[in-house]
């Protein structure tokens, strides 16, 4: 089965640039979605299709996909990111990444 | 707007099954736009996709549950359903029910979540 390779934290400080990475076979030729998590809460959309904003994400999340590795990039972080996130994509069934853990310092 | 609401026992026996229905209100379980999702995350972990229906009734499971998970709908109700046979301890969880528009697509809308424990 596809697997997807996160690392397990990120630290960032307030508004500096932060870099998740989400590691797959060839995952470039896929669609990569991103989900923020925080804690009790549901996930929500952040990036789809590899680097697509849905409304109401704030343009300093960003994604881009190549190769064997997609990224998420949340510029000038703030302390509401402070979150997990997940990377997704479909292989003949949904998978998710293992996450990351984002702490802004 | 569209929202989604899990609703079902919180606690279920071990080798019981683990019943929960998913109500859509704001849009329908029978537009052919869409596909219904069951996705979980044990207490601590990451999210793990069970399976979903689309508007047709067709169902598609992850290969690791499909013996024991079936997933139904009610266009009356606008609901669909997660049944999981056989449950064990690993099966405690969050559930989530969401929305996808294809399989190339996110889960674009979200519930909120409910969390089964399975213990005696």
């Known amino acids: 089965s596809y697997e997807l390779t996160q690392p397990l934290s990120v630290s960032v400080a307030l508004g500096q640039t932060a870099r998740i990475t989400c590691g797959g076979n060839?995952?470039?030729?896929?669609?990569v979605h991103w989900y923020q998590q925080k804690p009790g809460q549901a996930p929500v959309l952040v990036i789809y299709?590899?680097?697509n904003r849905p409304s109401g994400i704030p343009e300093r999340f960003s994604g881009s996909n190549s190769g064997n590795t997609a990224t998420l990039t949340i510029g000038g972080a703030q302390a509401g990111d402070e979150a997990d996130y997940y990377c997704?994509?479909?292989?003949?069934?949904?998978?998710f990444g293992t996450g990351t853990k984002v702490t802004v310092l | 707007q569209l929202q989604l609401q899990e609703s079902g026992p919180g606690l279920v026996k071990p080798s019981e099954t683990l019943s929960l229905t998913c109500t859509v209100s704001?849009?329908?379980?029978?537009?052919?736009?869409?596909?219904w999702e069951w996705i979980r995350q044990p207490p601590g972990k990451g999210l793990e996709w069970i399976g979903n229906?689309?508007?047709?009734?067709?169902?598609y499971y992850n290969p690791s549950l499909r013996s024991r998970v079936t997933i139904s709908g009610d266009t009356s109700k606008n609901q669909f359903s997660l049944k999981l046979n056989a449950v064990t301890a690993a099966d405690t969880a969050v559930y989530y029910c969401?929305?996808?528009?294809?399989?190339?697509?996110?889960?674009?809308?979200w519930g909120q979540g409910t969390l089964v424990t399975v213990s005696s």
């Open positions: 969401g929305r996808v528009s294809g399989s190339g697509w996110p889960i674009d809308y």
């Open positions: 704001g849009g329908s379980i029978s537009s052919s736009s869409y596909y």
């Open positions: 229906i689309y508007y047709s009734g067709s169902t």
């Open positions: 060839n995952i470039g030729s896929k669609n």
């Open positions: 299709r590899d680097s």
């Open positions: 997704q994509v479909w292989d003949s069934a949904r998978v």
